[in-house]
DNA sequence: ACAGGATCCTGGGGGC
DNA sequence: TGCCCCCAGGATCCTG
C-alpha cells in the first residue's frame, strides 16, 4: 500500500455555486489534453526507473507484473484519444482513462503522497509521474504494443475525434438516431471525447434543446451543432491551458477554477444572453442544464 | 439492434 | 453536534 500523507484537498471558496461538490477539475477531452500537453515536456525522454501500485484496484485492473515489464522503458511519446491518455513506452503502452476525479501529476520523488494515489512511476531523475484518483472511477491498462491498443479503442467503437469529424459522417449518424441529443453527444461511439459538461455547453452554442430527437434533425442542423462542439472545446481548450496551468507542477493545486460556461453549473441563473433563467433537466441519467429562451423546446 | 437504466465509488453538503 | 442520505460523473454491464 502506498502511504498516505496528511494532505486535505483545498476548500471551496465561500458561494461557490460552479462544480458545488468539487474542488478539483473534472476531466473532460479539453482537461485531458492539457495534461498531455504539459506532461509530454515532463516525460518524453525521461526513463521509468520504478513502479509502485496501491492495493485497490481500479476499475480496469492492470496486468500483473506491472514493474517489470514497464521498468527501465522510456517514454517515447504521450497522446490523447478522446478522453484516453495514451503514453508510448518502446514496445508497450500504457493508456490511462481519468474518470471523474483521476489526476496524473509529475512532483519531485519527495513530495508526500496523497491519499488516493493508485499509481507511482519513479522517473530517472528523481521525478515522479503520480495517478491519482478518489473514486477510482479511472482505469491504468498496460498493452505489449501499440496493435493492441488499436483493437481496444475498436473493441469500444470509439468515434471519430471532435475535430475531425466528417460533415457527412455526423449527419448520419445523428439522424440515424432515436434518441434526444444529448445522449448522443455522450456517446463516445459517435464522437469521442464530449462529456456532460460540454454536451450542455455545446448544445447551448449551436442553440438547440437537449431533448431534440437526433432522427428530427436537418442538415443545417447538426451543421450547426457540429460546429458547435468544435468551438466549445476549442474555446475551453485555450483556455484550461492557463487555468490548471499548474494542475502538472504540483506546487499550487487550487487554481482558479473560475469557467466560463454558460448553461452548465448554471441553475436557476440568468442566461448571460437573454436572461431567462437557466433550467435543469435530467437526460440519459445526467444533469442537462440548458436555456429555455436560447434553445427552444421542440414541439 | 437499440435505447435506457443500474452500477461502481467517494467526499461533501443538506436535512433532521 | 452528528448521523444519514443523496448527489456528481464515464464507462460498462444489464434489461426490455
Known amino acids: 500500500m ?29 482537461e485531458v489534453e492539457t495534461v498531455v500537453r504539459d506532461l509530454r515536456p515532463l516525460l518524453c525522454g525521461r526513463r521509468i526507473a520504478a513502479v509502485q501500485a496501491g492495493r485497490k484496484a481500479l476499475r480496469r485492473r492492470w496486468s500483473k507484473p506491472w ?40 512532483v519531485p520523488a519527495s513530495a508526500p503522497t496523497p491519499p488516493h494515489t493508485h499509481l507511482i512511476f519513479t522517473l530517472d531523475d528523481d521525478l515522479q509521474l503520480r495517478f491519482r484518483d478518489v473514486r477510482r472511477f479511472g482505469s491504468a491498462t498496460l498493452f505489449p504494443d501499440a496493435a493492441a491498443v488499436q483493437a481496444f479503442f475498436a473493441a469500444a467503437d470509439l468515434g471519430p475525434e471532435p475535430f475531425d469529424l466528417d460533415p457527412a459522417y455526423w449527419h448520419g449518424r445523428v439522424t440515424a438516431a432515436h434518441r434526444c441529443l444529448k445522449a448522443i453527444l455522450l456517446d463516445q461511439r459517435v464522437v469521442a471525447g464530449v462529456g456532460n459538461i460540454y454536451a450542455d455547453e455545446a448544445l447551448f452554442e449551436a442553440r438547440l434543446h437537449p431533448t431534440l430527437l437526433g432522427d428530427t434533425l436537418r442538415r443545417p442542423q447538426t451543421a450547426k451543432l457540429r460546429q458547435a462542439v468544435v468551438t466549445v472545446l476549442t474555446r475551453a481548450i485555450d483556455k484550461r491551458g492557463s487555468s490548471i496551468r499548474d494542475y502538472v507542477g504540483g506546487s499550487g493545486e487550487k487554481g482558479n477554477y473560475q469557467r466560463e460556461f454558460l448553461v452548465y453549473g448554471r441553475t436557476s441563473q440568468p442566461c448571460l444572453r437573454c436572461r431567462r433563467p437557466i433550467e435543469r433537466i435530467v437526460l440519459a441519467g445526467r444533469s442537462t442544464h440548458f436555456c429555455p429562451g436560447c434553445q427552444r423546446k421542440p414541439r
Open 67 to 106: 514493474g517489470t515489464v514497464v521498468q527501465g522503458r522510456p517514454v517515447l511519446g504521450i497522446h490523447r484519444r478522446g478522453k484516453w491518455i495514451v503514453i508510448e513506452l518502446g514496445g508497450p503502452y500504457l493508456v490511462i482513462h481519468l474518470g471523474m476525479t483521476g489526476q496524473l501529476r509529475v
Open 2 to 30: 502506498i502511504p498516505a500523507a496528511d494532505s486535505t484537498p483545498s476548500a471551496l471558496a465561500k458561494g461557490e455555486r460552479l462544480n458545488v461538490h468539487y474542488n478539483q477539475v473534472m476531466p473532460e477531452l479539453p
